[in-house]
């Protein structure tokens, strides 16, 4: 049976028929787009005062921040940086100083001649990397004075990620506790010390002293391990020399 076209039909190939389905794509992306467009534009004009309030609040605190910082802040940090130079003094004199020391360390505490001492520094600039060093100096002050007690305070309050300084704040925690027959709290500090920063000189010393309380308390395997790291991983330094007999102590102790 034959088949018959209507007239004027034109088939399309398969090109044409794709280009075809493309274009009436592309034209519904772009009504779609136009309305999204439309709808944001309505909200951002119903919107414009908030929105416009919300960026000058951003902006504000920006340049509060920036300017806290430049004229708060930084100028703190210089003054602060200044009044600590005045009980360095008593402090480097009393640690060369071979007897006598605690009143030339109570200077640089209290202060003298109307300066500061690391005690007012540390309160008045709380916020300043100086008054966070002021709680050092006082510690140690304190721990060489045999004040104890104060001197895990102030060294409490300083923080510290020095390659040394923050291992020896710590290690002078241990050291206060020790002093005052608290074992079990100056090995939890000399472990933190030498875990603190890995270096050669205050991770194999804070391991010893940790090893060595842990034999005063009985608790040999953990000596034994704290003295093992030391000959594997710091065997030339001072602590390292001789480390196989308190390896062979802490064995033969269990």
Excluded: C
Excluded at 22 to 39: I, R, Y
Excluded at 82 to 92: G, I, Q
Excluded at 175 to 200: M, P, R, S
Excluded at 226 to 234: A, C, G, P, S, V
């Amino acid at each position: 049976m034959a088949t018959y076209k209507k007239k004027g039909f034109k088939p399309k190939d398969k090109k044409e028929q794709h280009a075809a389905d493309m274009q009436s794509t592309t034209a519904e992306v772009f009504n779609t787009l136009d309305e999204t467009a439309s709808k944001s534009e309505q909200w951002i004009e119903k919107n414009s005062k908030p929105l416009f309030y919300g960026l000058v609040v951003v902006i504000v605190l920006i340049l509060s921040f920036l300017g806290y910082n430049k004229y708060i802040v930084e100028p703190q940090e210089t003054e602060a940086s200044n009044e600590l130079a005045f009980p360095r003094k008593y402090f480097d004199e009393a640690i060369a100083a071979n007897s006598g020391t605690d009143s030339i360390l109570q200077l640089g505490l209290a202060g003298a001649d109307g300066k500061y001492g690391f005690l007012d520094i540390a309160t008045k600039y709380s916020g300043t990397k100086a008054g966070n060093i002021a709680n050092y100096y006082a510690g140690v002050s304190y721990l060489k004075m045999k004040e104890y007690q104060k001197a895990i305070e102030y060294l409490s309050k300083f923080t510290s990620d020095d390659e040394l300084l923050g291992p020896t704040a710590l290690g002078a925690i241990g050291d206060a506790f020790a002093d005052i027959d608290q074992q079990a709290d100056a090995l939890e500090y000399y472990e933190k010390a030498a875990n603190k920063k890995d270096n050669e000189f205050t991770t194999p010393l804070f391991l010893f002293k940790a090893g060595k309380t842990a034999m005063d308390l009985g608790e040999f395997a953990k000596a034994e391990k704290l003295f093992t790291r030391i000959k594997d991983n710091y065997p030339t330094t001072e602590n390292g020399k001789d480390i196989d007999k308190y390896i062979y102590s802490a064995k033969y102790a269990q």
